[in-house]
């Protein structure tokens, strides 16, 4: 054999770089399902099957392209725990002349496959993934000699560098960013019974069979199978980003951060794991989202809100992964040394808007984003959770979960725990931010105008709190002063209180 061409999980592209030069005369493919990658974190079941759905998936079309495969399934005694233990007996029997590799998107898996491949003294070549518009030496590159690096101006470059919502040498509409649009929440009466849901895709005999695997044998695993309908084929994808663009992208911009119990998607993409597995490529989306402003079938401030995500922070927190790897896993800039409160894994809190935001992402594996930075990230920041253990949480519950784009959102935007290099600032709030952008303190027992007290918000108790712990560090913050200058105005006794209410509340929540 020549070439043995390394297919993970989250790479099911029939064109992905590590099938260039393919020869099916000489060449072959290597997928293989370990227990590790569902164990190193404790991954949800939602997350194990769509990894594992996708893949069996995946080995049909690659069957059906005749491409040869050697395919190592979960349910096989023979199989190895780890992609490590399972490549060094491969090798050892197909024995090929090199291997290929699209990049991953774990610095772990790459690091493990690589020393195999050392070991063996088979030579391992590694190919940029197409899936990105940038690779990790142009972000090194952007942020060479930079004091600081802000998402806002790598997103402006690549902008300008792919011509994408540019009108000739300025941004469409005259304006970069539109994110000031952005921030509407729902009315009283919700988003209305008109509210597009986005396709579902029944489970197929292959899908049946994961699940069935699936709840056998992670059984003890966290979240639920009955609501799974995730794309799984590119086909699928491809349908599924149609109905987003011509159905919820109009009105994604304004309700981008409005959170709504009982409604999952609301206007969001539902797009993140079809991305992150590979089914789609940013380009083909983001080119969909523009074709759509440009036409004008969608406002212009939920066109750019969307691809603002994609080619803006997609590709940031990618190039901030790899440059920083692996040192930037272990931040903690502000000492978090609290356990993550056990009911994470259950939803079982009597705070309504993370009982929902848990609640609905056992259910589904999936959340939106203000419900992960301003509801379970924002609580964990606010509480002083070890970064670390969020992030083998965010990392095992969400179907679209891949550490390249699941760590620094964790460790850096949500919790700050890289001290600046992510975020701008810790994005922290009060429970007012909750109670302006959803229902739900409406129907929960606490008030989140009241930080001390039997129905003090614990949200507001905290951030109060956070300030308290943090005064002398952001003192002179430029983005945070004026919230710690609001400290001004608590005497003594008041502080006193906080601190003892928010020490108390850690104790009952623990």
Known sequence: ?????????????LDAAAFDGFDAAQDAVWMAE??????????????????????????????????????????????????????????????PQRLALTRPGDWRVLQALQAVADEAGVPLVLREDRHFYTTPADFEAHARGRK????????????????????????????????????????????????????RFEPDAITREVLALVRERFASHPGRLERFAWPLTRAQALQALDAFITERLPLFGPYQDAIWPGEPWLYHAQLSAALNLKLLTPQEVVAAAEGAVRAGRVPIASGEGFIRQILGWREYVRGIYWTRMPAYADGNALDATHDLPPWYWTGDTDLACLRDAITQTLEHGYAHHIQRLMVTGLFALLYGVRPQQLHAWYLSVYVDAVEWVELPNTVGMSQYADGGLMAS???????????????????????????????????????????????????????????????????????ARIQAQASALRERLA
């Open 148 to 199: 600081g690096l802000r998402m806002e101006y790598f997103y402006r470059e690549l902008r300008k560098r792919f011509g994408v919502l540019m009108d000739g040498a300025q941004p469409l509409g005259g304006t970069w960013n539109y994110d000031a649009e952005n921030r509407e929440a729902f009315g009283p009466a919700g988003p209305g019974f008109d509210l597009p849901q986005p396709p």
């Open 1 to 13: 054999m020549r070439e043995l061409v390394l297919v993970l999980g989250d790479q099911l592209d």
């Open 425 to 495: 600032k810790p994005y922290i709030a009060s429970g007012k931010y909750i109670a302006r952008q959803s229902p739900l303190c409406g129907g929960c027992r606490y008030r989140p105008d009241e930080r001390v007290g039997e129905r003090a918000c614990p949200f507001t108790t905290l951030y109060w709190d956070f300030l308290l712990r943090h005064e002398a560090r952001f003192a002179d913050h430029p983005r945070l002063a004026l919230q710690v200058r609001g400290l001004s105005r608590v005497d003594a006794a008041e502080r």
């Open 34 to 95: 370990v227990a590790e990658e569902s164990t190193h974190v404790w991954s949800s079941q939602p997350r194990i099957a769509i990894f594992l759905a996708g893949m069996r998936h995946f080995a049909e079309a690659l069957r059906a392209a005749g491409r040869p495969l050697h395919y190592r399934r979960l349910d096989d005694p023979a199989t190895c725990a780890s992609l490590a233990e399972q490549l060094r007996a491969d090798l050892a029997l197909l024995r």
